[in-house]
């Protein structure tokens, strides 16, 4: 499951770790960072999320973490990577407004990180596994990663995350180890999910799939978004989309009336989120946008 997993991630002769949630593959990637580079803080851009506990939690309270604004690249030429274990990128902000940076910014922190020693962890958790039209979110940038993490598309419900360390991180890891153990780690048969899940996304071509229904999801909804002056944008990477509001209360309404139809969709603020499960048809790409504008209509009758 390693060899195969490293390779998809394009991590050749890299190695991988099978663990059971998002936020402790998270966890241990940064504190693996840490410890290699033997530095104490983190960079990330601002309105990530990284865990619900250990070095991810600590992080988003601003005990360890520099917080760079997206696309601010005055803060950034401020910032001193030099007591930076890594920059930790969230290809795409799906615990707030589902956001992605400019390939240009995220290039130029990367480029700044690795010039002074910091590593380059990509929190996949959400993006990864063909959310985002790609396999892997960082793929929609020009960069490779010193450690990748996935989790929740990779067992399609069943609890497993993973952590993929690049050759070179992985023999510095080797040269100075440290001892992580728990209950489910590396556990079979959860790899055989993974493995599995992996084959089944790949037979069905979802990669490709979600592209393309991604693409009529947000032409749709840019259709409803040019009738309805109340949308403000409609913005996403495959099946991973943000209608936003200029209102927060009409954005808590028009959710409401998704749920009231049977449709399950996120709401953060004056966004409502939608991160369908990707074999989604089209028939019900339709059904939920007309649900939409069916819902504005309704809210504000002429």
């Not at 240009?104 to 962890?121: D, E, N, Q, W, Y």
């Not at 139809?261 to 499960?277: D, E, F, Q, T, Y």
Request: glycine content about 6%; proline content about 3%.
């Amino acid at each position: 499951m390693s060899s195969i997993w490293v390779t998809m991630l394009r991590i050749p002769d890299g190695k991988s770790v099978f663990l059971s949630s998002g936020s402790e593959a998270v966890d241990l990637s940064i504190s693996i960072s840490k410890h290699i580079t033997g530095r104490n803080r983190i960079c990330i851009i601002d309105g990530s999320y990284l865990s619900a506990y250990g070095h991810g939690k600590d992080s988003l309270k601003d005990k360890t973490a520099n917080k760079i604004p997206a696309e601010n690249f005055e803060k950034l030429s401020s910032l001193n990577f030099e007591k930076i274990a890594a920059f930790v990128f969230e290809p795409g902000t799906a615990w707030r407004l589902i956001q992605f940076s400019s390939a240009g910014f995220v290039s130029a922190i990367v480029k700044k990180a690795k010039s002074a020693g910091s590593l380059i962890i990509v929190d996949e958790v959400t993006t990864g596994m063909c959310r985002t039209g790609k396999w892997f979110g960082f793929e929609h940038y020009s960069m490779n990663p010193d450690i990748v993490v996935c989790g929740k598309g990779l067992g399609n419900g069943y609890p497993v995350s993973s952590v993929s360390l690049s050759k070179k991180i992985t023999k510095a890891f080797e040269e100075m180890p440290f001892r992580y153990a728990q209950s489910h780690q590396n556990d079979p048969f959860a790899c055989a999910v993974a493995l599995q899940v992996i084959k089944e996304m790949d037979r069905k071509g979802l990669v490709t799939k979600t592209e393309e229904k991604g693409i009529l999801f947000k032409s749709l909804l840019k259709e409803t978004a040019r009738k309805h002056n109340s949308i403000k944008e409609i913005r996403g990477r495959g099946l991973m989309i943000a209608i936003e509001f200029h209102e927060k209360d009409l954005a808590e309404k028009v959710h409401e009336y998704l749920f009231q139809h049977r449709m399950i969709a996120g709401l953060k603020s004056n966004v409502v989120r939608l991160m369908p499960p990707l074999i989604i048809n089209d028939s019900l790409i339709h059904q939920v946008v007309d649900a939409v504008d069916n819902s504005l209509v309704s809210l504000n009758p002429l």
